[in-house]
Nanobody
Framework: VQLVESGGGKVQPGGSLRLSCTAS????????FGWFRQAPGKDREKIGC????????FYIDSMKDRFTISNDKSQSTVYLNMDRLRSEDTAVYHC?????????????????????WGKGTLVTVSS
């Protein structure tokens, strides 16, 4: 099984970016895919998750205004769309996969229930 993130880079404050996570070796529709981030010197932070079977999503409250998670089943890819980016969004963004898919819900979602992790992609928000 493998998760590969892409799409990171440098973006100006106020800009948008879309990250991709391509999964292989998974029963894609039946797996919960989550997005997390870790800023320099800080603990890992959870963003939200999706279950492709029914496109059900769950977001951490502080993330839902500017972050959107979606998927393309034909490409086995999960996306994280980020809008109105701020300097404090600078971090390495990780995709993770968890089973059963019910972990994509409150109160379960978190890094402790994710079984597989990608290596991450760096997002830098700076002018």
């Amino acid at each position: 099984v493998q998760l590969v993130e892409s799409g990171g880079g440098k973006v100006q404050p106020g800009g948008s970016l879309r990250l991709s996570c391509t999964a292989s070796g998974f029963n894609f529709k039946e797996t919960a895919f989550g997005w997390f981030r870790q800023a320099p010197g800080k603990d890992r932070e959870k963003i939200g998750c999706i279950v492709p079977r029914d496109d059900r999503t769950f977001y951490i409250d502080s993330m839902k205004d500017r972050f959107t998670i979606s998927n393309d089943k034909s490409q086995s890819t999960v996306y994280l769309n980020m809008d109105r980016l701020r300097s404090e969004d600078t971090a390495v963004y990780h995709c993770a996969a968890g089973l059963p898919s019910g972990v994509c819900s409150a109160p379960f979602f978190g890094d402790n229930v994710m079984n597989y992790w990608g290596k991450g992609t760096l997002v830098t928000v700076s002018s």
